[in-house]
DNA sequence: CGGTTGCCCTGGGGGC
DNA sequence: TGCCCCCAGGGCAACC
């Protein structure tokens, strides 16, 4: 479910009630989930002081006192929502929660379980598999044209993969691909090399754009996504391709209606004449 | 080696 | 109504 826009509102739902707050009890009720969650978790977190919540890529990271960072991935349906004061009886998919000294709790919902849940010394998060490889922020300036163009241009796959691909650019997934691939008039299969110059400059600026008209809605609420307060977001509403079949194309009189195809085994939405 | 394909899970929606 | 199939926002191992 939950790409860039939807962790980093998590992220900023969260920040204000975890910063600063012992989690004095951390339950864990199912450790089975797609990677399993580490025997020792529980004691190499319970206690320990939250000193920051941040977002790399889809990743939330809590980076405790003693030297211990928490990493949390959604996945595909994964919850991380805030319950202040008394929080009610777990579900069947209540996997964990975190309990702070203030009395909130931070609960991790997640049916599908493809979700991750992992405690490792901060020290290792840099050299770690899941982060040495991620490519740029998105959001940063150092995410400009240039790299972009440069990343695009090592790859032999379609637009839409090379920008599904972490390593290119950290933090989309398949909503904000074809939203930002729409915005920029770019065909999701055209040969991602070819993306140069003013190509890359519209892409670059459509792929922030994008993103920030999602954080300011709050994300996208299709299925399982809520924000940390358990409010839905918005964005769905601005889908101009995402999940539009057969509807006109937005934004412009091109007549044609929006696309639906399948890349690399996921739909692909885009206006074939308004996307070259 | 880079790139594409299946698969891990559960639940919801559409078609019959 | 019920049942079955298909599909879903991610990422990784297994293949070509």
Redesign the pocket.
């Known amino acids: 479910?939950?790409?860039l826009p939807?962790v980093e509102t998590v992220v900023r739902g969260l920040r204000p009630h975890l910063q600063g707050q012992r989690l004095a009890r951390v339950v864990l009720r199912r450790a089975?989930i797609?990677?399993p969650i580490a025997p020792d978790f529980v004691q190499r977190v319970a206690g320990a002081v939250v000193q920051r919540v941040e977002r790399r890529?889809?990743?939330i990271v809590l980076a405790l006192d003693r030297g211990t960072s928490v990493l949390v991935?959604?996945?595909?349906?994964g919850r991380l929502v805030l319950l202040p004061g008394d929080a009610p009886p777990p579900g069947?998919?209540d996997h964990v929660d975190f309990v702070t000294d203030a009395g909130a709790t931070i609960r991790f919902t997640d049916?599908?379980?493809?979700g991750?849940i992992d405690a490792l010394d901060t020290a290792d998060l840099v050299a770690d598999?899941?982060f040495s490889?991620l490519g740029p922020e998105p959001l940063e300036a150092a995410f400009d044209a240039a790299t972009l163009e440069n990343a695009l241009a090592?790859?032999?796959?379609?637009l839409k993969?090379?920008l599904?691909?972490?390593r290119n650019v950290a933090g989309?997934?398949?909503?904000?691909v074809c939203e930002a691939l729409f915005r920029a008039g770019l065909s999701p299969l055209r040969k991602?090399?070819t993306v140069k110059g003013a190509r890359a400059a519209a892409l670059c600026a459509a792929i922030k754009a994008t993103l920030v008209d999602a954080i300011k809605a709050g994300?996208?609420?299709?299925?399982?996504?809520v924000q940390a307060s358990g409010e839905l977001?918005w964005f769905q509403h601005q889908w101009r391709v995402?999940?539009r079949e057969g509807q006109p194309c937005p934004g412009c009189d091109c007549g044609r209606s929006v696309k639906?195809i399948?890349?690399?085994?996921?739909?692909t939405f885009y206006c074939p004449k308004r996307q070259r």
Do not use: C
Not at 111 to 114: G, L, S
Not at 154 to 158: H, K, N
Not at 219 to 225: F, I, Q
């Open positions: 479910m939950p790409e939807e089975d797609r990677t890529a889809k990743w991935h959604l996945g595909m349906s069947p998919h049916p599908r379980r493809f991750v598999k899941r490889e090592r790859t032999r796959s379609p993969a090379a599904l691909d972490q989309l997934g398949n909503i904000y991602a090399s994300g996208s609420s299709a299925r399982d996504y977001g995402y999940d639906r399948v890349q690399s085994g996921r739909s």
